[in-house]
């Protein structure tokens, strides 16, 4: 079999390396001519974690992780003014749960991919064309590729999604808020954040700070605006949203990157009726992106990128299979995108009356029953999908056989 898959991030990392280990000749290609060197701190738990331990990666990952002792909010001097339940987070999933710069974890993936993996950077694709038992892609410098499947896990501005399944306005749903992080170099803010993450306490735009490694900080910012569209001057933009603010803000402002190494993009999510149209298929933020404020779009990638692999392990049929990763895949994330949406809100209150009332309620979480609630929040519903594909694990009556355990 043959698969081509569009997109090095996370999930299309994850899928080369499953689909080769299955014997298949991968290609992948990602646009970007060089490894993505800026991204954000991504909490990994969950459905991803175990899909990592599956795939044998998570010592790896783990190794890269930084530890996060604690979390918690801020006045403008930088003084605690209440903690967030990291500690209980952490206990309500086992300690199963790192911090991990996502440059650091697609590095991990991708030094993970055997070798015989066909990876192009600085490539992408510029039209598809479906045949009766596969693809033929046509590449940006002209050239055709066939395979048997294109896999699309090129992120939320998908453009497989675009030239397969239509514009990006029929499947993105606008939370109403932009983001953006970018990392600074600050000898001298030293320890003040170190081992813990930092967020203000403010309504309608945040900063949030993880001290990582070489002295250097980690910053995610985030704004409420109703309007969608996307600044031309990113750093101006953000030194114009954030100006004002206390702490350390002044001074990640004034040490903010080049335009071209921030992350800035709006917070939304990708809902989509059906994830496959022949043999393309999408899976990771192009086909269900969850958005940061479900804070599982990682472990998500991840963790769908195992179960496409091993449905189409076990079933003769790709067809078949694609059906069946969509119909085990999509209640997970339509749980975590409901979760998303009602955590917007927590996530960055839009007034202070609203600031004051979760400052309460976080003031409460040494109670169990309402640190459980805020964790359950923060975790959203388990999910046994995994569990039950891993070697070992019990095949759920969704899920077809495994004896069929070649690759169509
Ligand atoms: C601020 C922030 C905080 C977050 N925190 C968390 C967290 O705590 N936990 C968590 O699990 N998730 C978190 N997420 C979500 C997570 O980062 C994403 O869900 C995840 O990166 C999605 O992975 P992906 O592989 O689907 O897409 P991406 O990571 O977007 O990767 C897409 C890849 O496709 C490539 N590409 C794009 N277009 C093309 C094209 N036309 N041709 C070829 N290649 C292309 C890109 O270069 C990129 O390499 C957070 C997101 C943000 C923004």
Redesign the pocket.
């Known amino acids: 079999m043959k698969v081509a898959i ?7 990392l994850a899928v080369a390396e499953r689909m080769s280990a299955l014997g298949a000749e991968v290609v992948v ?4 001519s060089t490894p ?1 060197a800026h991204g ?5 738990f969950g459905s ?1 974690y175990e899909a990592a331990e599956a795939i044998g990666v998570l010592p790896a990952i783990q190794e890269v992780a930084y530890r996060i002792d604690a979390a918690s909010l801020v006045d403008e001097h930088g003084r605690r003014r209440v903690g967030l339940p990291y500690g209980e987070m952490a206990k309500a999933l086992d300690g199963r749960l790192c911090s991990v710069m ?1 440059p650091d974890l697609e590095k991990v993936l991708r030094d993970n991919l055997p070798r015989n993996v066909d990876l192009r950077l600085g ?3 510029s039209k598809v064309s479906h045949r009766d038992d596969g693809v033929t892609v046509m590449l940006d410098d002209g050239a055709e590729l066939d395979a048997d499947l294109l896999v699309g ?7 497989v999604r675009e030239l397969v399944f239509g514009a990006e306005s029929q499947y993105l749903r606008y939370l109403g808020f932009h ?1 953006a ?1 970018f990392v600074f170099d600050a000898p001298d803010v030293g320890e003040t954040t170190r081992d813990r993450f930092v967020l203000t306490d403010t309504a309608d735009r945040q900063m949030g700070f993880y001290m990582l490694q070489d002295n250097r900080v980690a910053v ?1 910012a985030v704004h409420r605006t109703s309007d969608p569209k996307l600044p031309h001057d990113t750093r101006a933009a953000i030194r114009d949203k954030y100006a004002g603010m206390g702490w350390l803000v002044p001074e990640a402002l004034r040490r903010c990157p080049r335009s071209e190494e921030i ?1 800035y ?1 709006q917070v939304a999510q990708i809902e989509m009726p059906r994830w496959s149209k022949n043999r393309v298929i999408l ?4 086909c269900s ?2 958005s ?1 404020f479900a ?7 991840v963790a769908g990128a195992y179960v496409l692999a091993e449905q189409l392990r076990r079933t003769s049929s790709v067809d078949r299979a694609l059906d069946f990763y969509e119909r085990l895949w999509r209640p997970v994330v339509e749980e975590k995108q409901r979760g998303g949406r009602d955590s917007a809100g927590w996530f960055l209150p839009a007034s202070s009356s609203q600031l004051r009332l979760r400052r309460a309620a976080l003031r409460l979480a040494w109670l169990p029953m309402v640190s459980r609630r805020i964790s359950a929040r923060l975790v959203g519903e388990p999910t046994a999908v995994i569990a039950t594909l891993r070697p070992g694990g019990e095949d759920s009556d969704s899920s077809p056989p495994a004896a069929e355990d070649s690759v169509p």
């Open positions: 569009c997109g090095a991030g996370i999930a299309g290609l990602d646009r970007s993505r954000h701190m991504i909490d990994f991803g996502r490539r992408s694709l896990a090129d992120g939320i501005h998908s453009t983001c992080a995610f992350y993009d899976i990771g933020d192009a992106a969850v940061l804070g599982q779009g990682a472990s998500l990638a």
